[in-house]
């Protein structure tokens, strides 16, 4: 299913797509490029995920902004993964800064209401706990913090988003 928001539209990821995913992975894992990167990246998508490529709403002149996952953790629960093409990486910090509604904002919260619409109650993501960035932008969507951990030497911080409180408007963009 086709998913539009106000800044984007989202594509179920199909095998054609896995190539733009391996894309995205590697630049995650090029130290010179900067990139953003919200949980792990999968090695590949799994058959039970639930993802879409995600592309801005310009008709023609439309870009891949990059790819959100769901994988499920539970019956009731999933853990999210999103990556985020290098063009809309460099601009989100300032655009955060000026309250400005972002694509990345919008691709998330149109997935969380399509998940949420599935049946699943709670979200969760895992982010490195020096990831200033991701942590304030997913706490403006309406993440947050549940937990801390530590996996490999590396400190993460554990945020999630249930149902009810996106439906109570926690997150909401006013």
Do not use: C
């Amino acid at each position: 299913m086709i998913l539009t928001g106000k800044k984007s539209i989202l594509f179920p990821i199909t095998r054609k797509d896995y190539g733009y995913l391996e894309k995205l992975i590697q630049t995650i894992k090029d130290e010179t490029k900067p990139s953003w990167l919200v949980g792990n990246p999968p090695p590949l998508v799994k058959e039970q995920s639930e993802g879409w490529l995600a592309r801005t709403k310009e008709g023609k002149a439309s870009r891949n902004i990059g790819m959100i996952l769901f994988t499920p953790l539970t019956v009731f629960s999933a853990t999210m993964q999103y990556l985020i093409d290098n063009i809309f990486y460099n601009g989100i910090d300032k655009e955060l800064k000026n309250d400005r509604y972002t694509y990345a904002e919008d691709v998330i919260r149109i997935a969380l209401d399509k998940v949420f619409e599935n049946g699943i109650a709670k979200v969760e993501v895992p982010v490195m706990s020096d990831n200033k960035l991701t942590l304030a932008f997913l706490k403006r969507v309406g993440f947050r913090l549940e937990g801390h951990f530590k996996k490999d030497e590396d400190n993460y911080f554990l945020l999630t988003i249930w149902k009810e409180e996106k439906k109570n408007g926690i997150g909401k963009k006013t």
